[in-house]
């Protein structure tokens, strides 16, 4: 076997920081890409949760409004949804203020 310069260890570094930095340099750049393709598949999810959270809400608010027999399950996940609108989605909008208007007395 034969010694090895610091000159040749100092190259293989060098040639290993070059390998590293072009991997990193690609993944950025496809990384980058990706977000660019997928913002409008985002977009539209959160649009689609949205109207389907108002859809279940509204549905819901009216079976309220009308003083349907509603179970201790079905006001748990109508919490859960609101919740959701609110605080995730926040959505504040005319279902807020039926909401509040109605669901006083459910608690």
């Known amino acids: 076997m034969g010694n090895i310069t610091l000159n040749e260890i100092s ?16 993944l950025i750049g496809m990384k980058t890409i990706l ?21 279940y809400l509204v ?15 079905e006001i748990e996940r109508a919490y859960e949804v609101y919740d959701h609108y609110t605080k995730d989605l926040k959505g504040n909008s005319y279902i807020h203020d039926k909401w509040e208007r109605l669901m006083k007395g459910c608690d």
């Not at 549905?59 to 399950?73: G, Q, S």
């Open 59 to 73: 549905r819901f608010l009216a079976d309220v409004e009308h003083k349907e027999k509603l179970d201790k399950v």
């Open 11 to 26: 190259k293989i570094l060098e040639l290993i920081l070059i390998f590293v930095s072009s991997i990193s340099t690609l």
């Open 35 to 55: 977000n660019k393709q997928l913002k409008p598949l985002e977009t539209s999810i959160q649009e689609l949760d949205i109207n389907q959270c108002k859809n």
